[in-house]
């Protein structure tokens, strides 16, 4: 399956609360702080959400 390694690379001062948000839910807290998720539509759509503040690289997943 692929996977997506999602990276935070601007700050969340001054977002919405809303972006804020999904940025933690993705489990991003600090710059350039960065997770592996699974590839799936919920995920796309998060990350499409807050975009602007992001940089996406697909991982070979397992």
Same mark, same amino acid.
């Given at each position: 399956? &692929?996977?997506l &390694?999602?990276t935070?690379?601007?700050?969340?001062?001054?977002?919405? =609360?809303?972006?804020?948000?999904?940025?933690?839910?993705?489990?991003?807290? &600090?710059?350039?702080?960065?997770?592996?998720?699974?590839?799936?539509?919920?995920?796309?759509?998060?990350?499409?959400?807050?975009s602007?503040?992001? &940089?996406? =690289? =697909?991982?070979?997943? =397992?």
């Open positions: 399956m &692929k996977q &390694k999602v935070l690379v601007r700050s969340t001062i001054g977002r919405t =609360e809303n972006h804020k948000r999904v940025v933690k839910a993705l489990g991003l807290r &600090k710059l350039n702080s960065f997770r592996i998720h699974d590839d799936t539509p919920v995920i796309r759509g998060m990350i499409n959400k807050v602007y503040l992001l &940089k996406v =690289e =697909e991982v070979q997943g =397992e």
